[in-house]
């Protein structure tokens, strides 16, 4: 039965949260709040957060920075997934990807359309890997980053979390959580 195994040891995992918005501000970015709020709560460590234009050319040179830098093992994105003229998160981000996780997107949308129906449809949430760094692209609503952490990301990211967690595919932490 899938869970986690409280005889095992917690590894944190070190993180970004980017958020993409042409409006908010770090005073009144509440998705990237509860991102980095829940992040930190589960024992993960913040190493950087930003708030860039929903740009092309902005999200990659964040991102870009942020994947030399070896201590960040997963990013998380909130914004930029709809379907608004400015809404280019998956442009910016897909082409840096060298696998998408599409098991994200279908976890992710099940969850949704518990909470706000068919609206999910309006979401390109999806994940994927470049590099060794996992890169997890969420809704800009903080709904939909409380869908996306609560009972997914923080299980995924829990090295403890059986069968497997994204831990076992770190490459610091492959013999660790095989």
């Given at each position: ?5 409280p ?19 770090l ?48 990013i ?22 060298r ?80």
């Amino acid at each position: 039965m899938p869970g986690i195994a409280p005889d095992l040891p917690f590894h944190p995992l070190g993180m970004a949260v980017l958020t993409i918005s042409d409006t908010r501000s770090l005073e009144t970015d509440t998705s990237g709040g509860l991102l980095v709020e829940r992040l930190v709560a589960a024992g993960h460590v913040l190493h950087d957060r930003a708030i860039v234009k929903d740009d092309i050319p902005a999200i990659r040179v964040c991102l870009e920075s942020w994947l030399e830098q070896r201590e960040i093992e997963v990013i998380l994105t909130t914004g930029g997934t709809g379907f608004s003229p400015r809404d280019n998160t998956p442009e910016a981000v897909k082409p840096l990807l060298r696998r998408e996780m599409d098991g994200f997107s279908v976890a992710f949308h099940q969850k949704s359309l518990m909470t706000v129906g068919v609206a999910s449809m309006q979401s390109r949430a999806f994940a994927g890997q470049a590099g060794d760094t996992f890169i997890f692209c969420i809704p800009g609503s903080t709904g939909a980053c409380r869908d996306a952490w609560d009972g997914l990301l923080e299980l995924e990211f829990d090295s403890r979390h059986k069968p497997c967690s994204i831990a076992g595919a770190l490459p610091r932490l492959r013999d660790v959580c095989a």
